[in-house]
């Protein structure tokens, strides 16, 4: 089945610093990839939506120059926390959704997620 | 109102009995509705997804859909120690949004 990676799993840095997630479809065109933000006990949270090749979509309350998203080809996408602060930290899942695959739902290919921890 | 409600539990229920999860939704332009396992520290993993009113069973799991009630229940037979997790509802109108989710524990 469709698989979607995202690198690295977990990440701790100190507060300032910048980190970058990446989220990768590996055997699918994700034309459409969607950033969720898990806080403990919580649901998941949209934070964007990206489509190749074009400016990602923020959901209202996500900073979008905090939060910089990168979708520059079929298989990559890249969430930058910038000046990350402690209050950032939580679980960060990307979804891929995919053109062509006949008869599978997008809502499956979900990324195994980056936990973030600022210090 | 939130788009998506669930009972956040825990829930717990014997080994071998029935668990039954329920959530309900406000958009009634909702088409879609999906039942998602995670377990603690790991993304989402769906397990079901129904789109008409009724019953649709995948092995041990039913799932149920009312949209006159705006209602999807997930019912787990023969509940065994690997269901304990955190089961998400979500439903999709044109955005796909998650319930908080009901914590499942399984008793051996």
């Known amino acids: 089945g469709a698989v979607v990676s995202q690198h690295p799993s977990w990440v701790i840095c100190k507060s300032g610093t910048s980190v970058k997630i990446e989220c990768r479809s590996l055997d699918f065109q994700a034309t459409t990839m969607f950033w969720y933000r898990q806080f403990p006990k919580q649901s998941l949270m949209l934070m964007a939506t990206?489509?190749?090749?074009?400016?990602?979509?923020?959901e209202q309350g996500v900073e979008k120059d905090k939060f910089l998203i990168n979708h520059a080809s079929l298989t990559l996408s890249t969430l930058t926390v910038t000046s990350a602060h402690p209050e950032d930290s939580s679980f960060y899942i990307c979804?891929?959704?995919?053109?062509?695959?006949?008869?599978?739902?997008?809502?499956?290919?979900f990324g195994p997620g980056t936990r973030l921890t600022v210090l | 109102q939130k788009e998506v409600e669930q009972n956040s539990g825990p829930l717990s229920v014997p080994e071998g009995a029935i668990a039954s999860l329920n959530c309900t939704y406000s958009?009634?332009?909702?088409?879609?509705f999906f039942w998602y396992r995670q377990y603690s520290g790991k993304s989402p993993e769906l397990i079901m997804s129904i789109y008409s009113n009724g019953d649709k069973e995948d092995g041990r799991f039913t799932a149920q859909l009312n949209k006159a009630s705006q209602y999807v229940s997930l019912l787990i037979r023969d509940s065994q120690p690997s269901d304990s997790a955190t089961y998400l509802c979500a439903t999709r109108a044109n955005n796909l949004f998650f319930g908080t989710g009901t914590r499942l524990t399984v008793i051996p």
């Open positions: 958009d009634r332009g909702s088409q879609s």
């Open positions: 979804r891929a959704s995919a053109r062509g695959l006949a008869g599978r739902t997008d809502t499956q290919y």
């Open positions: 990206s489509n190749e090749g074009s400016k990602a979509t923020y």
